[in-house]
C-alpha cells in the first residue's frame, strides 16, 4: 500500500489514468462494433461509412496511448480489407 505523499498521488493519478483510458478503449469497442455489424449485414455503404468513422477514433487512441501503432493499423487494414470484400 502507497505510505509515502509521493506514492500516494501517484496511486491516485493511475486511478484517474486508468477510467480515461477505459472510456477511451470503450468508444473505441463500439465504433468496431458498429463496422462489424455493418459487414455481417452485407451493406457495403453502411460498413464504408462505418470505417470511416472509426479510422480516426482508432487512429486517436494511438496518439493517446491506448493502443500500439502497428495494432490500430492491422485492424483498420483488415477492416478496410473485409468492407472492401462484400462487393
Sequence with gaps: MANSPQAKKRARQNAARFAVNKMRR????????????AIASGDQTAAAAALKAAQ????RG????????????????RLAARVKAIA
Excluded: D, Q
Excluded at 470503450?26 to 455489424?37: D, G, H, K, Q
Excluded at 496511448?65 to 493499423?73: C, E, W, Y
Design 26 to 37: 470503450s468508444r473505441i469497442r463500439t465504433y468496431l462494433r458498429a463496422v462489424e455489424e
Design 56 to 59: 480516426p477514433e482508432i487512429m
Design 62 to 77: 494511438v496518439t493517446k496511448g491506448v493502443m500500439h501503432k502497428n495494432t490500430a493499423s492491422r485492424k483498420v487494414s
